[in-house]
C-alpha cells in the first residue's frame, strides 16, 4: 500500500515536470530540447527585427550623444571658462550703493539710491572663491577628457 502510493506521487510529479517543460520550450516536438550558448533560439525573421531594432537603437543614442557634445562644447564649456576667468581674475571686491542720509533729506528722492562705491568682500564670500574654483577648473578638465572622447 505505501509503494503505490509513492508511485502514483511520482507519476505525478513527472507529469508535472514534463508539463512544466513543454510551457517553458524545453520539449520540442516531444524530446527534450537542450540549447548550447547563449543566444535564445529565434527565427531569422526575427533575428532580422532584433538586428534592426538595435541598428535604430544604436542611431539613436549616437544622435543624442552629438547632441549633447555639441551642447558642452558650444554653450557649456565656453560659459564656464568665462567664470573660471572671472574668478581667477577677481579683485575681491564688489559694489554698494552709498546712501547719504543728508542728501536724501534735501532732495526728497527717498527711493533712490545713491552713488556707487567700491568695497571687499565680506572674508566669508573670498573664502569660497578659492574652492569654487578648484572645483571649477576640475569639472572643465573632465568635460575636455569627455569631449575628446567622444
Given at each position: 500500500?505505501?509503494?503505490?502510493?509513492?508511485?502514483?506521487?511520482?507519476?505525478?510529479?513527472?507529469?508535472?515536470?514534463?508539463?512544466?517543460?513543454?510551457?517553458?520550450?524545453?520539449?520540442?516536438?516531444?524530446?527534450?530540447?537542450?540549447?548550447?550558448?547563449?543566444?535564445?533560439?529565434?527565427?531569422?525573421?526575427?533575428?532580422?527585427?532584433?538586428?534592426?531594432?538595435?541598428?535604430?537603437?544604436?542611431?539613436?543614442?549616437?544622435?543624442?550623444?552629438?547632441?549633447?557634445?555639441?551642447?558642452?562644447?558650444?554653450?557649456?564649456?565656453?560659459?564656464?571658462?568665462?567664470?573660471?576667468?572671472?574668478?581667477?581674475?577677481?579683485?575681491?571686491?564688489?559694489?554698494?550703493?552709498?546712501?547719504?542720509?543728508?542728501?536724501?533729506?534735501?532732495?526728497?528722492?527717498?527711493?533712490?539710491?545713491?552713488?556707487?562705491?567700491?568695497?571687499?568682500?565680506?572674508?566669508?564670500?573670498?573664502a569660497l572663491r578659492g574652492p569654487l574654483l578648484?572645483?571649477?577648473?576640475?569639472?572643465?578638465?573632465?568635460?575636455?577628457?569627455?569631449?575628446?572622447s567622444a
Amino acid at each position: 500500500p505505501g509503494n503505490d502510493h509513492d508511485t502514483s506521487s511520482h507519476v505525478d510529479a513527472v507529469a508535472q515536470t514534463l508539463a512544466v517543460m513543454e510551457r517553458s520550450g524545453a520539449l520540442l516536438d516531444g524530446k527534450l530540447f537542450v540549447e548550447v550558448g547563449n543566444e535564445p533560439h529565434n527565427s531569422s525573421a526575427e533575428l532580422k527585427a532584433e538586428g534592426t531594432n538595435q541598428d535604430e537603437t544604436k542611431v539613436d543614442a549616437r544622435r543624442e550623444l552629438e547632441a549633447i557634445v555639441k551642447k558642452l562644447s558650444s554653450k557649456r564649456l565656453h560659459r564656464l571658462s568665462q567664470w573660471i576667468h572671472a574668478l581667477t581674475y577677481a579683485d575681491g571686491m564688489m559694489e554698494r550703493a552709498v546712501v547719504d542720509p543728508a542728501s536724501l533729506a534735501t532732495s526728497g528722492d527717498v527711493g533712490k539710491a545713491g552713488p556707487v562705491s567700491v568695497v571687499l568682500l565680506p572674508e566669508d564670500k573670498r573664502a569660497l572663491r578659492g574652492p569654487l574654483l578648484q572645483q571649477m577648473m576640475k569639472l572643465k578638465g573632465e568635460l575636455d577628457d569627455v569631449l575628446k572622447s567622444a
